[in-house]
């Protein structure tokens, strides 16, 4: 028998992938569920879920399928739902089991938050191989658990490897969506419909939108559209644009926009990005090599934002002001860094290196041969 027909013979690998809460932990998933399929298309991919979650929208839309699993969070205050928690995790944990053993599972891939725990439980409990992906430089809770017992971590952030588990574990890089294209600069400002701007400051506090970067460009944004050539692209988010539209007087160069449906041209057409530090923001600034000023938010579990931001700036990649710290100083910091070019460039050089395109790529060719392993 030769080898194509040994190969040909073996049943299709079957991978579970289970990540939730946000688009930060459901993305990168549906990226590493894409490339496996591109690998392997004879591979069958599902994912686990809550129908609370993000990524009972997303993950449909992506065209996979998904199965519900029961989960919920610990709430900080003492409240009468803690008390009800250990019922929902048993139910939650015998709704995962029984979807590894009926799904027959050769891989389960966990990328975080809370759904993703009982699965990957689940997978240990049958003796499945497990596969985990961390996107920020502090792994999250469900991660830590989970880099116990997994047989493969991989990580975008070397800060965040575990101790005891630095020979399981891979710098891979995050996941970023395929759509990042790299137009030019020029092809970027033209669709904007830029026509006489020297330098471009991108500002965004994400797609749902920050009030206090909303507030602080708000405040600065006449005195950034006074330097000649200044080109500003402000991306408010929707529940802030009608204020923010009837606050601030119209100016030529000033792209005010509820939404960026092309982050391509955005990013393109921008010297200088002024963003949350959130993992797949940080990702998408390192395949574009824009240098950056980072807000974390300090609204997040473990100040992870704020982590990822000081990694950055330790490799020279970006620098970082803290939100509470804007109304005072983003039109400084901002002014400064766009007068300084040699530094611009030195930024994007830095953060440039630290770009893993072919993340998605690596993860999936690593949970494929996972999947060859697993002892039936």
């Known amino acids: 028998m030769t080898n194509s027909s040994i190969i040909s013979s073996r049943r299709a690998p079957r991978i579970l992938l289970s990540g939730g809460g946000t688009g930060g932990h459901v993305y990168p998933a549906v990226s590493i569920a894409d490339a496996v399929r591109e690998i392997e298309p004879r591979a069958v991919v599902e994912f686990a879920g809550s129908r609370t979650g993000i990524e009972w929208r997303l993950v449909p839309e992506s065209g996979y399928a998904i199965h519900h699993v029961t989960v919920r969070g610990l709430?900080?205050?003492?409240?009468?739902?803690?008390?009800?928690?250990?019922?929902?995790?048993?139910?939650?944990?015998?709704?995962?089991?029984?979807?590894?053993?009926?799904?027959?599972?050769?891989?389960?891939?966990?990328?975080?938050?809370?759904?993703?725990?009982?699965?990957l439980l689940a997978a240990r409990n049958l003796h499945r191989r497990i596969a985990i992906q961390e996107q920020n430089a502090f792994m999250g809770l469900t991660n830590r658990i989970a880099s116990r017992f997994a047989d493969q971590i991989h990580l975008a952030f070397s800060e965040a490897t575990p101790k005891r588990q630095a020979m399981r574990?891979?710098?891979?890089?995050?996941?970023?969506?395929?759509?990042?294209?790299?137009?030019?600069?020029?092809?970027?400002?033209?669709?904007?419909?830029?026509t006489d701007v020297e330098r471009v400051v991108f500002m965004?506090?994400?797609?749902?939108?920050?009030?206090?970067?909303?507030?602080?460009?708000?405040?600065?944004?006449?005195?950034?559209?006074?330097?000649?050539?200044?080109?500003?692209?402000?991306?408010?988010?929707?529940?802030?644009?009608?204020?923010?539209?009837?606050?601030?007087?119209?100016?030529?160069?000033?792209?005010?926009?509820?939404?960026?449906?092309?982050?391509?041209?955005?990013?393109?057409?921008?010297?200088?990005?002024?963003?949350?530090?959130g993992a797949s923001t940080c990702s998408e600034l390192m395949l574009t090599g824009k240098p950056a000023l980072l807000v974390p938010s300090p609204n997040v579990a473990e100040?992870?934002?704020?982590?990822?931001?000081?990694?950055?700036?330790r490799a020279g990649a970006a620098e970082m002001i803290s939100e509470s710290s804007l109304l005072d100083n983003l039109q400084k910091t901002v002014e400064t860094l766009l007068?300084?070019?040699?530094?611009?460039?030195?930024?994007?050089?830095?953060?440039?290196?630290?770009?893993?395109?072919?993340?998605?790529?690596e993860i999936a060719e690593d949970v494929l041969g996972l999947a060859r392993t697993r002892i039936r």
Request: hydrophobic share 40%; aromatic share 6%.
């Open 75 to 119: 709430e900080r205050k003492l409240t009468a739902r803690n008390l009800a928690l250990p019922f929902v995790l048993a139910r939650g944990f015998k709704e995962a089991r029984d979807l590894v053993q009926h799904f027959d599972a050769d891989v389960v891939v966990g990328t975080g938050g809370y759904v993703a725990l009982p699965v």
């Open 169 to 194: 574990t891979r710098i891979t890089g995050n996941p970023v969506r395929a759509s990042l294209s790299k137009p030019g600069k020029n092809e970027a400002r033209v669709h904007f419909k830029f």
């Open 204 to 277: 965004t506090g994400g797609s749902m939108g920050s009030q206090a970067m909303n507030e602080a460009m708000a405040a600065v944004v006449r005195r950034l559209l006074a330097k000649k050539g200044t080109g500003v692209i402000w991306q408010t988010g929707a529940r802030y644009y009608e204020r923010f539209k009837t606050a601030v007087p119209d100016h030529p160069n000033l792209r005010l926009l509820e939404y960026v449906n092309r982050m391509d041209m955005a990013y393109a057409a921008a010297d200088l990005v002024v963003c949350r530090s």
């Open 303 to 313: 100040d992870h934002q704020t982590k990822n931001a000081e990694s950055l700036v």
């Open 339 to 361: 007068q300084r070019q040699a530094k611009l460039e030195r930024m994007s050089n830095a953060i440039r290196e630290l770009a893993r395109p072919d993340a998605s790529k």
